[in-house]
């Protein structure tokens, strides 16, 4: 008897799920010398708390829990009321119209990313994405029997549209980003946008196959610095968005999001359909009914991100009195940062170095980024400023 071989080969590898390793890691220190003591950057779990119209309308929902079917089963694709509030919200994002018929409600960005890829992928197809990415990508792209073509961004971390138009073949699928970006904050902007809808409007039409652009955009209402998100719809048809409220309305374990199709897309109907088809047949069935009335009523709450903002000031701050070189992220919660020269490129060296001084960040190498680390600065500002001597210890030890 065995596993699957790549299964095997994928879970025991270094790389393979480094950042929650690092996240229970984090714990077992903590328990051993003091949550005050130990700086985990790791994971990007938000600690805001969800805005009180979130609270509040789940006390409301909860009165309702012994009606009749309350917690039933719905159309696979989820309730219509939940699906026509999440095309309200999307419309307002991206500037145009849209129905109901173009959402399918699903258990997470994650899962939403799985049935489009499912719905999507031939056998041996390929999505194209830039690195750096977050690492399950990798994994979504294989669990449909694609295969996740990895393009370079420029030196600021923008796209490189000439890469991307050099990567594109008769087995391109779709191109997937990730804005803004995890992990280097990067928000990609409406001239990028632009001259990638054009990129692959020309190769659908040279190769009668057009790429799919599906925006993963679980962190698009956090951004800094009078920034915003690009739509995508009014510049691309065949545009897919998926989201969740893990990171907006900080409800990453209730596992609620949403897959939109562009309302021009030439195949619509097709799309929608076969995603609804693979949310049944990868077993996810529906999304959780509860949240899906929760967000309904609270897709548009309120929410201060400045908190965030402060914290990325703060923690900027410190990398630079410490002399650590790192991107100034445009959105998100993470900080990108570049290992000092002395380790050579091995991100993980530098991550098992600092693990020295009790600060934990993921490598940059699962993302793409050899060379790189990633900070998650969705913590405690207490957590941020009682990092500052450990690194700028660290830095000055390096230094000896």
């Not at 025991?12 to 220190?29: H, P, Q, T």
């Not at 919200?89 to 960005?109: F, N, P, R």
């Not at 600065?377 to 000896?400: G, T």
Request: include cysteine; glycine fraction near 8%; charge should be neutral.
């Amino acid at each position: 008897m065995a596993i699957s071989k790549y299964i095997k080969e994928t879970m025991s590898s270094k790389s393979a799920g480094v950042i929650r390793k690092m996240f229970e890691e984090g714990m077992a220190l903590k328990a051993v010398h003091g949550a005050d003591n130990v700086f985990d950057f790791s994971i990007g779990n938000p600690d805001l708390n969800p805005p009180k119209e979130v609270q509040e309308t789940m006390k409301k929902l909860a009165e309702r829990a012994g009606e009749t079917n309350f917690h039933g089963y719905m159309p696979n694709a989820g309730f219509a009321f939940a699906r026509d509030a999440m095309a309200r919200k999307t419309s307002l994002e991206q500037g145009v119209e849209i129905s109901g018929d173009c959402v399918v409600m699903s258990v997470g960005a994650a899962a939403a990313l799985n049935c489009v890829c499912k719905a999507l992928l031939n056998e041996g197809d390929n999505i194209v994405v830039p690195a750096p990415f977050f690492p399950e990508y990798r994994h979504y792209a294989k669990n449909s029997g694609g295969n996740l073509i990895e393009v370079p961004t420029k030196a600021d971390f923008s796209l490189d549209i000439d890469a991307i138009r050099l990567a594109l073949t008769d087995k391109t699928a779709a191109v997937l980003i990730n804005t803004p970006n995890n992990p280097t904050g990067r928000i990609y902007s409406t001239e990028e946008i632009k001259a990638l809808a054009i990129v692959l409007e020309e190769h659908g039409k040279k190769s009668g196959r057009k790429p799919y652009l599906i925006c993963d955009e679980p962190y698009r209402a956090i951004s800094y610095d009078g920034k915003s998100v690009s739509p995508t719809f009014p510049f691309y048809d065949s545009a897919i968005v998926v989201t969740s409220f893990a990171k907006n309305l900080s409800l990453p374990g209730e596992r609620i999001g949403y897959i939109c199709v562009n309302p021009a897309c030439p195949d619509k109907d097709d799309v929608v359909a076969a995603c609804i088809f693979t949310t049944r047949i990868l077993g996810f069935v529906n999304a959780p009914a509860f949240f899906q009335r929760v967000v309904t009523e609270v897709w548009d709450a309120k929410v201060d991100y400045s908190l965030y903002e402060k914290r990325r000031n703060s923690l900027m701050n410190i990398l630079d009195e410490a002399g650590i070189v790192h991107v100034v992220p445009e959105g998100a919660f993470y900080m990108w940062c570049k290992a000092p020269d002395c380790f050579n490129g091995d991100d993980m060296a530098f991550c098992d170095y600092l693990k020295k001084y009790f600060i934990l960040c993921a490598p940059g190498g699962g993302f793409a980024g050899k060379g790189w680390v990633r900070l998650a600065y969705c913590v405690s500002e207490k957590c941020i400023e009682n990092s500052r001597k450990a690194f700028i210890q660290a830095m000055k030890d390096l230094n000896k």
